[in-house]
């Protein structure tokens, strides 16, 4: 079956302006899960979506950074204002329900900000 | 921070070689998951050991668990040429997000 999508693949950005993010997870899945990795380094949580549940925003770096998540399926993640360390791939997982599963990875959004 | 640490960061071997990553942590947790990474782009789930479990295996691999060390192995056998990657363990403290270390990088040569 289908896994989990992300795009774009690749986005080069200037300095200053707004990026969106789109994850589309595996269908069924009440799980998405956004992260950040940074060149050489492990995964760092952002935010969490679980069904209708107010998200887990705790791993959010700044206020520059949101998220949201439509009818329960598709994410969108949106930075403002880029910075240069904003410069990582991001990547999206999802899972069949929250704690004890394992979490499928799309291949990830791999931003550049110049 | 990185809760998960693994050690080493790099191991190079032999096709036909064992390889063993260790991973440490600091908190309870309710599982411990281990990952592969090729390229540096989607994660791939290797295996999941709960707390309630000390060893674990899936084909060529094993997985053990001691939570009163906090500390778990991954133990690839008969390695080949495809294992090479990074290799990440990740805990779960609760029923949300996953706490990823910063990797093992695998080298296997032909």
């Known amino acids: 079956g289908a896994g989990v999508s992300q795009s774009p693949s690749n986005k080069v950005t200037e300095k200053g302006k707004d990026v969106e993010l789109r994850c589309d997870p595996i269908?069924?899945?009440?799980?998405l899960y956004w992260y950040r990795q940074s060149l050489g380094q492990g995964l760092e949580f952002l935010i969490y979506?679980?069904?209708?549940?107010?998200?887990?925003k705790s791993g959010l770096p700044s206020d520059r950074f949101s998220a949201e998540r439509t009818g329960g399926s598709v994410s969108t993640l949106t930075i403002q204002r880029t910075q240069q360390e904003d410069s990582a791939v991001y990547l999206c997982?999802?899972?069949?329900?929250?704690?004890?599963?394992?979490?499928?990875f799309g291949p990830g959004t791999r931003l550049t900000v110049t | 921070s990185q809760q998960g640490e693994e050690d080493p960061q790099a191991l190079s071997i032999q096709e036909g070689e064992n390889a063993t990553m260790n991973c440490s942590y600091k908190?309870?947790?309710?599982?411990l998951q281990w990952y592969r990474q090729n390229s540096g782009r989607g994660l791939v789930h290797l295996i999941l050991?709960?707390?309630?479990?000390r060893e674990k295996h899936s084909g060529r691999l094993r997985v053990t668990l001691d939570t009163s060390k906090k500390s778990s192995s991954l133990l690839i056998t008969a390695s080949r040429a495809a294992d090479t990657a990074s290799y990440f363990c990740a805990t779960e403290p609760s029923g949300s997000r996953l706490t990823f270390g910063e990797g093992t990088q695998l080298t296997v040569n032909p």
């Open positions: 997982a999802s899972s069949l329900w929250p704690g004890n599963h394992e979490q499928y």
């Open positions: 908190t309870s947790i309710n599982n």
């Open positions: 979506f679980q069904g209708n549940s107010a998200p887990d």
């Open positions: 050991i709960r707390s309630n479990e």
């Open positions: 269908s069924g899945h009440t799980a």
